[in-house]
């Protein structure tokens, strides 16, 4: 390893942490126990690798938005299950908005949208 590889090295990890206090919102934690502190060291690099993935998928599929936007937009997705006087339950997802759609689209890695005869059945 070369000192200049060290300090890009560094530097990533720098950038991860700073990613996963300030963007992931995941505090430090005190963790006594030896499994802890692996449970807690595997969510935050699972959490940190998921946020680099959508960051890069977004960008492939030329999407202008953020992973923080993006997932802003997503949460506003529900969910409904009603039941009325014992009656059998009706459920529903709420109402798609295009824009929730274009966080969602896929991509064919060369930043086009797949298209059917891309895809696999």
Do not use: W
């Amino acid at each position: 390893m070369t000192v200049d590889s060290g300090v890009n090295t560094l530097a990533d990890i720098e950038r991860g942490f700073r990613v996963l206090k300030s963007e992931i919102e995941i505090a430090p934690m005190f963790h006594r126990l030896p499994d802890r502190i692996k449970a807690h060291a595997s969510i935050c690099m699972l959490a940190l690798i998921l946020y680099l993935v959508m960051r890069q998928h977004l960008s492939m599929s030329g999407s202008d938005f953020s992973p923080e936007a993006a997932l802003a937009d997503l949460r506003r997705i529900q969910h409904h299950k009603v039941s009325i006087n014992n009656a059998a339950p009706v459920e529903g997802i709420s109402t798609i908005a295009q824009r929730q759609s274009d966080v969602c689209r896929p991509h064919s890695g060369s930043g086009n949208p797949l298209t059917t005869s891309n895809t696999l059945n």
